[in-house]
Each structure stands twice: as structure tokens, then as C-alpha cells.
């Protein structure tokens, strides 16, 4: 049997079981539900989840905020991880971004966190000066890597004469 096929959808509240599987399985202090819910209430946040037939797989969300945005979370259940989910879930949320008209994209990530430093690097973020938040993380004390992503959209070359 063939895996089915993954698409990406706004994120609702009936998408909320299933992200909380994939949450549990990915974060030592998950977020609650009702952390969920806040977030989907509001007009400022953007969140996408990836569904593979009925089944989350995935999700990510952010804040836009005036002209940056600000990712809050992106996990990809740990048995569709490596398949270039998590990479096709920030696309999405940098198109979308950009659409509702961010200049850049920041977030933070754990220090040790090799596999989500690679694809946030791969995707144009990078650490700048006082990039690193001392003790960021309060369930186990770890730093937090601050990276940026400017401009979101690459500017295109107009090819004609200056
Ligand atoms: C980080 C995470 C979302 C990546 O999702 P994924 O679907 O496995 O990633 P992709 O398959 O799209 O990989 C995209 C890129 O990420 C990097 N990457 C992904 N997994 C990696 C690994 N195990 N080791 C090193 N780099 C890795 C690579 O640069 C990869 O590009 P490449 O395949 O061209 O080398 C996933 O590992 C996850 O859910 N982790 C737990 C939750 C988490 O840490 N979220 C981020 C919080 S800041």
C-alpha cells in the first residue's frame, strides 16, 4: 500500500487531536490545546497543517505582526520526518508571510537542535550579532539561537538598463 499523498490546509480546530499527537511526539513542554485554540482565534497568526488522507502529519505556525513575522512552531510527526515535509511547511509559511506583506521572518530555535538550525540555514535564515538568548528554553535552561530570514522574497533582477 502506497502512502497517501500530503497536502498543506489552514489549520482549524478540528485539525487540534491531531496536531496534539504530533506536538506530544516532538516538544518536551508541548502546548496545550487551549494554546492552540488561542492562537487560532486570532487575526495576527497563520497556521498551516499537513494532512496525508485524514492523518496530521505535520504543522507550523507563526505571528505577522506590521512587516515581520515570527514563527512559533513547525514539527513534522517523527515517521514522515526526512521526506522534505518540514522544508515544504516554511515554504508555505514564508510565501504566506510575504503575502501579508512581512519583510523578514525571525525565530528561535534550541541550540542543539541540528536537524531545524540545517533547514531554517537552508532556507536563507541566518544568526546575526546577540544571537543567542541565555537560558531561553526554562525546562531545561538551553539557549536559543535567534535566526532571520531578510528579505523573504528574493528580489527579482529587472534586466533592463540602468
Ligand atoms: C525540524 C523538523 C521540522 C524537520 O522536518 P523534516 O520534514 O524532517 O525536514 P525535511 O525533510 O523537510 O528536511 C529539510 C532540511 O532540513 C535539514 N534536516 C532535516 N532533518 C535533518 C537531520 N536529521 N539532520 C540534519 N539536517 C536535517 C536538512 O537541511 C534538510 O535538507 P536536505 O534534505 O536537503 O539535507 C523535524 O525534524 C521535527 O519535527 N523536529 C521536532 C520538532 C522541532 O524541533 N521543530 C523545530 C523547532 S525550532
Redesign the pocket.
Known amino acids: 500500500m502506497g502512502s497517501p499523498e500530503v497536502h498543506l490546509y489552514p489549520m482549524t480546530l478540528a485539525d487540534l487531536d491531531g496536531v496534539l499527537v504530533?506536538e506530544r511526539?516532538?516538544?518536551l513542554t508541548p502546548w496545550s490545546r487551549d494554546a492552540f485554540a488561542e492562537e487560532l482565534l486570532q487575526t495576527f497568526t497563520v497556521y498551516v497543517v499537513a494532512r496525508a488522507g485524514q492523518h496530521v502529519v505535520?504543522y507550523?505556525g507563526m505571528h505577522v505582526v506590521f512587516d515581520e513575522a515570527h514563527?512559533t512552531?513547525?514539527?513534522?510527526?517523527?515517521d514522515?520526518?526526512?521526506?522534505?515535509?518540514?522544508?515544504?511547511?516554511?515554504r508555505r509559511l514564508i510565501h504566506l508571510a510575504a503575502a501579508r506583506g512581512a519583510h523578514r521572518m525571525t525565530?528561535?530555535?534550541?541550540a542543539s537542535?541540528?536537524?531545524?538550525?540545517?533547514?531554517?540555514?537552508?532556507l536563507g535564515f541566518v544568526t546575526g550579532p546577540g544571537a543567542v538568548r541565555r537560558g531561553y528554553y526554562t525546562d531545561t535552561g538551553e539557549d536559543a539561537i535567534v535566526m532571520w530570514k531578510e528579505p523573504l522574497v528574493e528580489q527579482q533582477a529587472t534586466g533592463g538598463p540602468a
Do not use: D, T
Not at 73 to 78: E, G, R
Open positions: 504530533v511526539l516532538s516538544f505535520g507550523g514563527v512552531n513547525v514539527a513534522v510527526h517523527p514522515w520526518r526526512g521526506q522534505g515535509l518540514g522544508e515544504r511547511i516554511m525565530l528561535e530555535v534550541r537542535n541540528e536537524p531545524a538550525k540545517r533547514l531554517y540555514a537552508k
